[in-house]
Antibody, heavy 121, light 107 residues
């Protein structure tokens, strides 16, 4: 059974940093691209960032480019999102999701339950 | 960036009725790379449809997708109590964007 478990969310002040992690199990992690999607309270889904299966290709939404860094450790089946220079509008539930193939396509067949990031003073 | 506009914003229907949800793209979605997701309160989204019309694994056949180019439709033939949720369309042909969602609520 595919499982994705996010962690690392919490309350952070504007301008601060946070690192999210996603522990994957139930599939061959190193064979699949992975994605972060976020959802602000009461709002819709926003694609944030994606990484290919090897980690060699990464993609970012314009809203986070230059502030967020996606990475993966295929030896530990773990996906990460380093978030710097956080702003109030980064407040959201952050979901980790599995792509259907090794190349980033953005078609997401499994999702974690999400971790809440709150940016507030 | 391709903008996806979903309509209506809210659909009020009774169990057993047919639901028709629309997703319109600001430009043509290449190769019909259009997906639909269902999200229930407090839960993660679930993939329903991809390639505009292919049901994902385990999705009941009351869910169907159609369309091409810029106009796409998700149809739920007969609403079951568990189908009341928010539905999002997403294009994955040119970068990746989501629509703003359609809420299907009990009338």
């Amino acid at each position: 059974e595919v499982q994705l478990l996010e962690s690392g969310g919490g309350l952070v002040q504007p301008g601060g940093s946070l690192r999210l992690s996603c522990a994957a199990s139930g599939f061959t992690f190193s064979s699949y691209a992975m994605t972060w999607v976020r959802q602000a309270p009461g709002k819709g889904l926003e694609w944030v960032s994606a990484i290919s299966s090897s980690g060699g290709s990464t993609y970012y939404a314009d809203s986070v480019k230059g502030r967020f860094t996606i990475s993966r450790d295929n030896s530990k089946d773990t996906l990460s999102l380093q978030m710097n220079s956080l702003r109030a509008d980064d407040t959201a539930v952050y979901y980790c999701a599995k792509d259907i193939g090794g190349r980033v396509r953005g078609l997401l067949d499994y999702w974690g339950q999400g971790t809440l990031v709150t940016v507030s003073s | 960036e391709i903008v996806l506009t979903q309509s209506p914003g809210t659909l009020s229907l009774s169990p057993g009725e047919r639901a028709t949800l629309s997703c319109r793209a600001s430009q043509s979605v290449s190769d019909s790379y259009l997906a639909w997701y269902q999200q229930k309160p407090g839960q993660a989204p679930r993939l329903l449809i991809y390639g505009a019309s292919t049901r994902a694994t385990g999705i009941p056949d009351r869910f169907s997708g159609s369309g091409s180019g810029t106009d796409f439709t998700l149809t739920i033939s007969r609403l079951e109590p568990e189908d009341f949720a928010v539905y999002y369309c997403q294009q994955y042909g040119n970068s990746r964007t989501f629509g703003q969602g359609t809420k299907v609520e009990i009338k």
